[in-house]
């Protein structure tokens, strides 16, 4: 399984006339154009929104709670697809303080695992049900420094695919890493995106400029 940057799908602001980019990570079994319906309902209309389309809608095969191994190719793929479309937005002008990122399910756990990867001071980061990937978190494979980039992490208690408990062990492990950290938890919640979510994310991340 491999994952190609240039079927991402661009919309909002055109990238050359932006100051900031979104990249938006659908869930498994969605795609680029679910993700981006999201949009209209962010503080984002100045931004260049870039959606990543995944091979047969999925990122990776598995639960990202199993040994990476046995996610990979795919697991590697899109983390390097990730990894060129940061690289094709900074070439622009665009600099990592103005690049956003936001997902959902098993995108929020990819992206929690790109940009913890590679932390810096990113312009901001919503996870919307999601954590770190693997059986374990091992740190060592997170060796920077966020420098308060604002995160907003949200899940419900139960939720079928992402526990509560690797929701707070990452939690932990970004604010180790000196993220602006907040979250919340949301009972009964199920495996969606609540208005109160979409809410803490434009003033907490998304905000006016």
């Not at 060592?140 to 992490?153: L, N, Q, R, S």
Request: charged share 20%.
């Amino acid at each position: 399984m491999f994952h190609n940057k240039d079927l991402a799908v661009s919309s909002g602001k055109k990238l050359a006339e932006a100051k900031q980019a979104l990249i938006m990570l659908h869930g498994r079994g969605a795609s680029a154009a679910d993700i981006l319906a999201m949009a209209p309902y962010l503080n984002i209309a100045d931004y260049a929104w870039v959606a990543p389309q995944a091979t047969n809608n999925t990122w990776y095969p598995y639960s990202f709670l199993v040994p990476t191994e046995q996610n990979e190719p795919g697991l590697s793929s899109a983390l390097q697809m990730l990894g060129k479309i940061v690289e094709d937005i900074k070439a622009i002008g665009i600099s990592p303080k103005r690049i956003y990122f936001l997902g959902f399910s098993q995108g929020a756990c990819l992206t929690l695992e790109f940009v913890t990867r590679n932390a810096q001071r990113w312009g901001g980061l919503v996870a919307f049900t999601g954590g770190l990937i693997g059986d374990g978190i091992d740190q060592k494979k997170y060796p920077g420094d966020f420098a308060g980039t604002p995160v907003f992490i949200g899940s419900s208690n139960p939720d079928p695919h992402v526990p509560l408990e690797r929701v707070e062990a990452t939690v932990q492990v970004l604010k180790n890493m000196h993220a602006d950290v907040t979250v919340k938890i949301y009972p009964g919640m199920g495996h969606t995106v609540n208005k109160d979510e979409i809410d803490q994310a434009n003033a907490l991340v998304f905000l006016k400029k």
